[in-house]
């Protein structure tokens, strides 16, 4: 059955790569790409004004059908006080209260017109976002949580297919035992093991050899340089991710999960959970987890706050066309090391 056609799009959850396929989607129904990319604004919801929506939504589209516009975080705006940190109270406009605002947002983002399709994208929110409750009657609303057992497997066996390989039943389980629900390195992983595998199916023993998490590794060995203050090998490996064919939007998005994953193992070790459960809640492997949890103890919740909120800047200078991707992961790479010395 064919999907009801929306003008507003919510897509949250902890699922990133799940959440970046589902906006490809939309933008493929959107007709040609160059076109599309003249019509398409994004967004950084911590700091957008009420105006500045009604100027993207309402603006009529050049040479095409429609506009394309997303917004990054507003959802996350309108979480209950207790779930947001002092960095984002801050980012309130000064002129409106919390309620006005909410309800102000609300109307324009009903008010879609035809002429533009409207998608918001946030991480995990609550039931009780009192503007997702206000948007949902006319949005097409999905939440992607993190793939976990019999789902996880059934993912990995289809992209196994979709690459144009097969996997038995023990070198599956095996690749999602070592990987875990991260579906970026998952991607990664099973793309390499059909290109060594060739045309026999994958075995138990490929997935032993090739996933080293080789990646993710360079993530660990990224942050953990970062946390020293050695520039050097942070650049060093900066490079080597960049050369082995990483663009360095992969980077940041691994570098921005392997930062949440931070902060939400710091939260659940920090109110008295197990290392059983907290590696339940944060849906890793072995080598991952226990990577996760050394560094975590390293970092203090305030840097790890300030760690992200650099990100959110320099992802919003790549979307903004300040600086070209690598200049700007480069800087902020540097940035960062220097805050460590």
């Known amino acids: 059955m064919a999907r009801e056609f929306y003008l507003i799009h919510v897509f949250y959850g902890a699922d990133d790569f799940s959440i970046h396929e589902a906006l490809d989607e939309i933008k493929k129904g959107l007709g040609d790409a160059s076109m599309l990319s003249a019509n398409t604004t994004r967004l950084e919801g911590a700091k957008l004004r009420t105006e500045e929506l009604e100027c993207a939504v309402q603006s009529v589209p050049f040479f095409g059908e429609k506009r394309l516009v997303i917004i990054d975080g507003l959802l996350g705006r309108f979480e209950p006080k207790e779930k947001r940190g002092a960095a984002k109270k801050a980012a309130r406009p000064p002129k409106e209260s919390e309620a006005e605002l909410h309800k102000t947002f609300a109307s324009l983002i009903n008010a879609t017109p035809e002429s533009s399709i409207l998608v918001l994208l946030n991480g995990e929110i609550g039931k009780s976002n009192v503007l997702l409750k206000e948007i949902s009657p006319k949005a097409d609303i999905r939440l992607f949580a993190p793939l976990k057992g019999m789902q996880l497997e059934s993912w990995a066996k289809k992209r196994v297919s979709q690459a144009g390989g097969t996997i038995s039943e023990d070198a599956l389980k095996n690749l999602v035992r070592l990987v875990g629900s991260d579906l970026w390195v998952m991607k990664g992983e099973i793309e390499k093991l059909v290109l060594y595998a060739g045309e026999r199916s994958i075995e138990a023993e490929d997935v032993k050899k090739l996933v080293g998490l080789s990646r993710e590794a360079s993530i660990f060995t990224l942050v953990d340089a970062i946390v020293d203050g050695r520039l050097g ?38 109110s008295g959970q197990s290392e059983s459960a907290i590696q339940g809640a944060l849906g890793l492997g072995e080598f991952p987890f226990r990577k996760t949890l050394e560094q975590a103890s390293r970092y203090t919740m ?38 460590n010395k």
């Open 233 to 270: 090998l942070a650049n060093q490996t900066m490079n080597e991710m960049l050369e082995s064919g990483a663009a360095p939007s992969y980077v940041l998005v691994m570098l921005a999960r392997q930062l949440r994953l931070l902060v939400r193992a710091k939260e659940l070790k920090n």
């Open 302 to 339: 305030s840097r790890l706050k300030d760690f992200y909120h650099r990100l959110l800047d320099t992802d919003l200078a790549i979307k903004t066309g300040k600086y070209d991707d690598e200049l700007a992961l480069t800087i902020l790479v540097s940035e960062l090391c220097s805050q």
